[in-house]
């Protein structure tokens, strides 16, 4: 009898008898897999980080807000591999990969790539392939759908894409109550898809094909980046008019509606921002589109950086302690990732100028520069008056800001922490 394939796996999903593989246990791909764990599917987690298996298979946690007891208790339903030996035994692939720029500023897509090259080899019919990396349009198809020749997919095989919408850190948006966008190559690869995500997110949006919820992802984070571009700008120039931006945002954003509030930083930092608008430019080029107001808004938000450490340097400049103390050096609070982050461009830039400085984060405890290892330093309230400037980069919340007030000389807020006026307190 000739098998059905489609009707094998939505069955499988009803009954709980599948067995999810993850590829890529980041910040996206570990999270995932906890969410299927927890809803008592077998679970399969890949990674080529050896280090990050090992210490997932004794319940360590590779991530600051997923605790070793979160990963403890998944123990008995989940599998780590570093290499994809056991493929065959998943049902359905997650691709949670990074999707970088290479030197050119360009997408590199290499890591994926590669992960499709190594796996053609080995899937078998009745698995479903969903990539859920950040992407330009048309990537599914490209790198997947067309790859995959052997298979008649939404036959004998499925493809879909459903873009991650991560917050890491965030407490008020949880992955259960964050809608989800999903797509598939067909519309059986699409129920299938929808089947599976209904089962860990409270609601699923349907998008009418892959390109389509591709692009959505995407225009989210540009969206992100001109807004926030925007209010860096408006920053700068009501600066020369001693005008505070945080203060007029808190005025505006009283209007219900065609307002959305953006916050002024230190300039944007992490996997998202800094990178997603340039994969849309350099499609759009492709497609014969110079995009001018996604690359300016790129342009601006680096520049930001830049400025604001001109700002700094200049306020140490005037100061008689020219001793400067970081605070939170990852790109956001309340997590430990540093990537593309404003906080260590400050660092590593005073340390080449020579400037003496420190830095404090809880959960970045070292970093690595030219080949010497910083440190943190350890908390303690009180010799935060050894520093004649106390920066803000990152406002983990479990800092306590009053102490830090009272013990400081100087501080430079960034993140808009303090609410209120202070003889101590500057924001550029
Ligand atoms: N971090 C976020 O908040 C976030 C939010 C939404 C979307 N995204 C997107 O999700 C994707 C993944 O992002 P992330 O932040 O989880 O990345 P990450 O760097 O935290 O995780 C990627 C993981 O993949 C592993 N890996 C790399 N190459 C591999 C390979 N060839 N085979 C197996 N494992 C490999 C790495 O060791 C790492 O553990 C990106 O496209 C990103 O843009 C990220």
Redesign the pocket.
Known sequence: MKTNYYKTILKKIENKDLTVGI???????LKLLLQFANKNYRTFG????KK?IQNLKKNKSPISYISNQNISKIRNKTFYSNNFKNIYSCDVLII????PLNIKNEPDLS?IK??IFNLKKILRKGQTIIL????YPGTTNEIIVDKLKNFKIGKNFFVGYS??????GSKNFTFWNTPKIISGHTKKCQKIVENLYKKIVKKVIISKNLMDAETAKIFENVYRSVNIALVNEMRFILKKMQIDINEIIDLAKTKPFGFSEFRPGPGVG???IP??PLYLSWIAKKKGYNTKFIKLASQVNLETTKKILKEIKKIVSKQKNKKILIIGLSYKKNIE?TRESAGVKFFTKLLDDKINVRFLDGLVKELKYKNILHKSIDLNYKSFSKYGTIVICSDHDFYNYSKILSSSNLIIDLRNRYKFRHEKIIRI
């Open positions: 590829i890529g246990l980041g910040y996206v791909g890949f990674d080529n980080d990050k949670c990969l990074p999707t890591d590669d992960c859920e990396s950040t992407t873009p991650e919408r991560e917050n890491p992490g996997h998202c990178i997603d990732d």
